[in-house]
């Protein structure tokens, strides 16, 4: 940690992920800011798939692919056998929501509650995009996705909500549990910077944006994220030691924007605004989250 | 019966893809208009290739043009059309619109 080294890239250009797309800059930062003594561990999904397309790999350091499931399990090996010999390296898995909020929770959990010294970065787009955009248990409410179609039937999307993940995470007494959002720049630099500074399973939930999955123009995806903290939709804390009464919003927007501004750049939106009272229950539910949780 | 032994899937050195020259993607080309730019490397931060690079050489420093002398000190954005494939962040996070997005043309 004391040595910096944002000025290299240890994620090489050349891979296939798509324009636009906000998973590598949230996977160049935290290695610009773990650097060369880390090992990567990851979970199938767009960025093993997009990054690793034989003979070629876009990675500059250590990497090891597993299945969907057990990115957390491989993750805890790697680290298990640094710890006898004795080595030190940034353990870090990177892992979809797919492979993370679904498939891979169990392994997450059991890595989580046996302490293990890996820093576990979800970075969320909020549906198996790889696959062709099918919803997963970190789809928000509303959305459309193929398997969340819209019609007459079912107006909405998505009728579930979206998983808290990170408090389930934190509900296990992680070391540190944060949500962060690259748009919001500072602070997400700040909490992989913090994340790495500590000892134990930390878990960061990253919000990503999925050009294709979310239907927007590449260039609108920095401006599509930093709406969604400014929305309020996904707000950004830490729980530090699993202490959620204490749980600490990170950013709080200076003044709130209504959630249309963050709906009208998706298409897979669109037909909320069709219906004034969907758009106004997501409000609802927004301005019921920070009522509960806003005074932190 | 005789074995052949092949080598396995092996991946010549780290980071190879750069022999992808991703850059055939683009229909939209970011261009910066140095005149403008005030080297806050906003777009550097947030280019997902990465395909936007951190030139420190003082000569590049000093002799790229600057909307103020003092900027002259700083590192100089520089975007490598090898690997950009036009997805427009920078275009569209540029603070003082100092990169235009123009039709590529090949």
Redesign the interface.
């Known amino acids: 940690m004391t040595e910096n080294y944002e000025?290299m890239?240890f994620?090489?250009?050349?891979?296939?992920?798509?324009?636009?797309?906000?998973?590598?800059?949230i996977v160049?930062w935290v290695l610009k800011l773990s650097g060369p003594n880390t090992i990567v561990v990851n979970a199938t999904g767009c960025l093993e798939v997009a990054?690793t397309?034989?003979?070629?790999?876009?990675?500059?350091?250590p990497w090891l692919h597993v299945a969907f499931e057990n990115s957390a399990a491989a993750a805890s090996g790697v680290e298990a056998a640094l710890r006898a010999t004795g080595e030190k390296a940034n353990v870090i898995v990177f892992g979809g929501d797919g492979g993370t909020v679904d498939i891979g929770l169990q392994a997450l959990s059991g890595m989580v509650e046996r302490g293990h010294n890996v820093l576990y970065v979800l970075y969320d787009n909020e549906a198996y995009m790889n696959t062709g955009i099918q919803r997963s248990s970190a789809t928000p409410w509303g959305a459309w996705t193929t398997t969340s179609k819209v019609g007459k039937a079912n107006p909405i999307g998505k009728l579930r909500p979206k998983k808290p993940i990170a408090r389930i995470i934190a509900a296990h007494n992680a070391k540190y549990v944060a949500t962060a959002n690259?748009a919001i720049?500072q602070d997400f630099k700040k909490k992989v910077q913090k994340a790495l500074s500590y000892e134990g399973p930390r878990f960061l939930h990253v919000l990503s944006s999925c050009?294709t999955g979310w239907r927007h123009?590449?260039?609108?995806?920095?401006?599509i994220l930093r709406l969604a903290a400014d929305t309020g939709l996904f707000p950004l804390y830490e729980i530090i030691d699993g202490d959620i009464e204490n749980m600490r919003i990170t950013y709080h927007p200076k003044k709130f924007k209504p959630v249309e501004e963050y709906l009208k750049m998706q298409g897979r939106f669109r037909h909320l605004l069709k219906n004034p009272d969907l758009v106004k229950k997501l409000q609802d539910d927004v301005n019921a989250w920070w009522e509960k949780y806003g005074y932190h | 019966m005789e074995i052949v032994y092949t080598r396995g899937?092996?991946?010549?050195y780290?980071?190879?893809?750069?022999?992808?020259?991703?850059g055939s993607?683009r229909v939209f080309k970011p261009v910066i208009n140095y005149e403008k730019c005030i080297r806050c490397m906003i777009c550097w931060?947030?280019?997902?290739?990465?395909?936007i690079l951190?030139i420190?050489d003082e000569d590049v420093k000093k002799n790229t043009p600057a909307p103020k002398e003092p900027i002259k000190r700083l590192p100089v954005p520089e975007i490598?059309y090898?690997?950009c494939?036009?997805?427009?962040?920078c275009?569209?996070?540029c603070p003082v619109n100092a990169i235009d997005?123009v039709k590529e043309e090949r």
């Open positions: 000025d890239e994620f090489a250009p050349g891979h296939g992920m798509c324009a636009g797309c906000a998973a590598p800059i160049k990054t397309a034989y003979p070629h790999t876009s990675w500059r350091i690259p720049f050009t123009d590449p260039s609108k995806t920095i401006e | 899937g092996v991946i010549p780290p980071g190879n893809s750069t022999e992808n020259k991703t993607w931060q947030f280019c997902p290739e990465p395909a951190k420190k490598d090898d690997y494939k036009g997805c427009g962040i275009y569209n996070e997005f």
